[in-house]
Each structure stands twice: as C-alpha cells, then as structure tokens.
C-alpha cells in the first residue's frame, strides 16, 4: 500500500514537473512584419482593409497600444531586439547593403541564444538584413558564415538582406538555395558586375518602375539596389515569397513539434517591392501596398492554423509585431499614395517609418498564450528590446552583466499580469536622433538632421530645438511644449544622457 502510494506520488510528481516545464517553456513564435504601421491592421482601427487572422490573434490575446521597436528602420532593430543592446551602442548597424559583413557579434548572448541554451530549436526564417560572413564579407559561393546558425539560431532559411536588395537568392544555413556552381553569383554594391541589364539603362525591361533609387540590376522584372550577376537558377520570385516562408516556418514546427521550438518568423511584407501572388494581388482596392497586408495576414492565419491542427496552440507563445513603421513610397511605383483611399497607415500617429516622430516605432503588438495571457488590451509602455531578458527569465536562465545590457525583465506586462510597462522607452531614428518617452511625455533631442525625407514624403522629427510632447493629450505630436516646461525637458534630456552613457 505505502509503495504504490510512493509509486503514485512519484508518478504524479513527474507529470507535474513536465506541466510546470511547458508551462515556462512554451514555444514561441515571433512573427515579425517589415514596415507595418500602427494603423495598418483593422484591430488597431484601419477600416479601409481587413486583416482577420491578425484580429483573431489579438481577439484571443494581448493587444498592445504603447508598444515599441527600438528604431524606426530595421536593420538596427532587429539588431536591438536579437542582442538586448541599443544598435546605437555600436558603429556600423545603420540600413546594412545587402554584402555587408555580419554585424552582430558572435561571443555575445543573444536572443535565440538563450533559447538553445533553455533546450529550444530555434529558427530564422525570412528577412535577415543584420550582415553575413566575416569582415571581407559573405564567400556568396562557399559557405556563407558567420551568420544566423553562429548567432544561437539552429536552423536559418533567409533572404540575405531584403527584398529590394541583391543578392536576390535565399540562404538555407550556410548555402545559397539551388545554386549552380557552373553559373556562380557575384555581387557588389559599388559598380555593375556581368552584363546584365540594370533598371536605369533599361526601363522598358520593367513590369515595376522604381521612383527612387532600385535602379540598378533587374531580378524578376523589377530593378533592386545593387548589382548581380549568376545564380539564375537560384533567384527567388518574388510572388512566390510570402508561400515559401510560411511553407518554411510550418515545416520547422512541423519538424520539432516535440521540443519546445522558438520560429522568428521575419516577413518580408509589407516592405517593397510589394508583389504579392496574384490570390492577393488587386484583392485590397489599395493596391500592392494594401494587397500585401492582405498577404501578410494570410500568412498569419496559415501559422495559426497549423499550430491549431498540431495541437499546439494552448503551449504556443504568439508574438506579432513590426520592425518599424508605415511608408507608402518606398521607391518603386506601385501605386500605393495614389490607392490610399483615406487608409492611414500610421493611424493617428505622426511621422513614419526613418521618423523621430511615433510613428516610426510604435507599431503593432499583439501577444497570445491562451490561458496564461488573459484577453484583452495592454496601455504598458513596452520595448521590443526586452524580449530577450524576458525571454531569458521565463525559462530559467541568467545572463551575464555584460550580456544584454539594454534589455529588461518585462514578463509581466508582455503576459498581461500587470498594466505598469517600462519606466522608459527609447527611440532611434534614421540619422541617429534619439527620443525618450516616460509616462506621458516624449521628448525628442536637438537635431541639425532634415526635417522631411522628401522622397518617401515622411516628417523626420528632426529640430534643432528640442521637442516635449504631452502623448496623453497630444497623440499626433502636434504642439511642442519645451518651453513650458523646461523641467520636464531637463529631467528627460538628463536621462537619455545617463542611457546613452551607460
Ligand atoms: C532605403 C531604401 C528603401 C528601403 C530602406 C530599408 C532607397 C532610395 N531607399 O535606403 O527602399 O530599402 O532603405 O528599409 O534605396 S528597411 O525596412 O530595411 O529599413
Ligand atoms: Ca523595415
């Protein structure tokens, strides 16, 4: 009798530690949109589109209105939220050209990092833009590394940089997809390479005209920023994109049902060129732009699906979010400021992606883990760059002084258990200029940087003053008010310095 109790109670003992561990392991998924705006998505207020599978997410989760990536562009986001350390910390993560040498350091702690060492597979599937290869740059023919699998990825399927960046071939670990070593890829970012047509000499070879800059080599009808040349048979289309993405990222899930998994899944929607496959194309009535945020959404809801039909839905962190906000030209002509239609992307924000103003980085955040993330919606003040820390703490691990040292523990506000955010948020723009947000005030320092980027059409935030808004009563940024309250600005500008200097 006492045995089989002892027997029962150990069996029993056993069952709970597993419960308790996919309790504090559960998978995560991080689905991470290029240039979605905070006002993109119908359960942020767009009316002009609708985005059902991202509504569903944030309908059965956590949406949150005062959450921020750490820029407003993406390659120094995305290097803020992999390595839990401000890209303005470091030289050289400014928009990367697509041959740049990897620029997250790889003796660093990082984000996927801390998952393996928590027992995750991990992966990154997408958009990558952070650098590959040494300092010489990627061996595009070889062995492309350092990259995401140094970096505490255990899987990586990548487009190099962007979209509208060469080389246009994806990255599968160490090797370019389907390349033909009789045709080998050459790239460079200072002068043509082989013959091939570029954009400027030969428009008429266009089935997309750029209207800034994208004028050099033509993959796929569309002329990119900068010039290729081989690899013919390994060159993505880029309407099939969105489908070999998602088809990647389920897979992977598929592929490692069993572990807890980590799948940063980095779009490339909403970023140019917009060619959505021709299911979404013309579906919007705003055109590509609109019909790429339909793309994104599909690919939302065939994650979501799978994780439904793998039964893993309940153990499955589901993290939606941007890397900065909303433009409309980008610099290719693809109709998106003509289509508009009164849709506004950055919703009541101002500014926009590259911008110092809100806009540039409040973007989109919706958090899902049913039955340990209550439904509903968060006012905290949250950072992307806190993922990792909070990440880390979930599953039990520490990090190391040097490690991480601008991310912060936030598991309480990112799971909804608490409505107190951060005490401050930090934003960078295009060009460097910082702001600081703290309860209700934001303050933007002195900037000699221009004030539009005429080409995009976005108000830059930059003033050679500084700037104080009240964001409770002035949302869109529009009255300063520095010089009515010099000690607010004080106070702020003494903070960010203390950041800055840390
Ligand atoms: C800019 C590109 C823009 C986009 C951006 C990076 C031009 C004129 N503009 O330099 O199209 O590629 O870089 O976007 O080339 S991001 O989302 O990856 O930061
Ligand atoms: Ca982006």
Redesign the pocket.
């Known amino acids: 009798m006492n045995h089989n109790r002892i027997v029962i109670g150990t069996f029993l003992l056993a069952i709970w530690s597993l419960v308790t561990q996919a309790q504090t392991k559960p998978n995560i998924v991080l689905i991470y949109a290029?240039?979605l705006g905070f006002g993109d998505v119908s359960c942020y207020g767009a009316t002009k589109i609708k985005t059902p599978n991202i509504d569903r997410v944030a309908a059965e989760g956590l949406r949150f209105t005062n959450a921020h990536a750490s820029s407003a562009?993406?390659?120094p986001s995305r290097y803020s939220l992999l390595t839990g350390q401000y890209a303005w910390r470091k030289k050289g993560t400014g928009?990367a050209p697509g041959d740049a040498a990897l620029i997250i350091p790889t003796d660093k702690q990082t984000l996927p990092g801390i998952l393996q060492k928590a027992g995750y597979k991990t992966s990154a599937i997408g958009k990558w833009?952070l650098g590959l290869g040494p300092q010489s740059g990627p061996d595009w023919n070889g062995e492309i590394k350092p990259g995401p699998l140094e970096l505490g990825f255990t899987y990586s399927f990548i487009l190099p940089a962007?979209g509208?960046r060469v080389p246009c071939v994806y990255v599968e670990n160490h090797r370019i997809v389907g390349l033909d070593s009789k045709d080998p890829i050459q790239v460079s970012y200072t002068a043509p390479v082989g013959n091939e047509p570029t954009g400027k000499e030969h428009p008429e070879l266009l089935k997309m005209n750029y209207s800034?800059?994208?004028d050099q080599t033509i993959v796929n009808g569309v002329s990119r920023?900068g010039y290729m040349s081989g690899g013919k048979t390994a060159r993505w289309v880029d309407e099939d994109m969105a489908d070999v993405l998602t088809g990647k990222t389920i897979q992977f899930i598929e592929a490692n049902q069993k572990s807890p998994f980590f799948v940063y899944f980095a779009t490339h929607d909403i970023?140019?060129p917009r060619l959505p496959n021709s299911r979404f194309a013309g579906k919007s009535g705003m055109g590509p732009r609109g019909d790429a945020i339909l793309q994104l959404d599909w690919c939302v809801g065939e994650v979501t699906k799978a994780l439904d039909r793998l039964g893993l839905k309940n153990n499955t962190l589901l993290i939606i979010s941007s890397?900065?906000g909303p433009v409309v030209d980008?610099?290719y002509v693809d109709q998106a400021v003509e289509k508009l239609n009164g849709h506004k992307p950055a919703g009541p924000l101002r500014g926009g992606k590259y911008s110092a103003f809100d806009a540039g980085t409040r973007v989109p955040f919706l958090v899902r883990w049913p039955g340990h993330v209550k439904a509903g919606t968060s006012d905290a003040l949250v950072s992307q760059v806190d993922l990792l820390a909070s990440f880390a703490a979930m599953t039990g691990q520490s990090l190391d002084s040097a490690d991480a040292p601008d991310s912060f523990v936030s598991t309480d506000a990112l799971l909804g258990k608490t409505q107190q955010g951060r005490n401050y948020v930090i934003e960078q723009a295009i060009g460097g200029t910082l702001s600081i947000i703290k309860g209700n005030w934001k303050y933007i320092e002195p900037s000699d940087g221009p004030k539009l980027n005429k080409?995009t059409n976005t108000e830059l935030g930059n003033d050679p003053q500084p700037q104080l808004y009240d964001l409770k009563a002035d949302q869109g940024e529009k009255k300063n008010v520095a010089e009515q309250n010099p000690q607010i600005v004080s106070e702020l500008a003494i903070l960010l310095k203390s950041v800055r200097e840390k």
């Open positions: 290029d240039d562009i993406c390659t928009i833009h962007t509208d800034h800059g994208h920023i970023h140019v890397d900065n980008d610099g080409e």
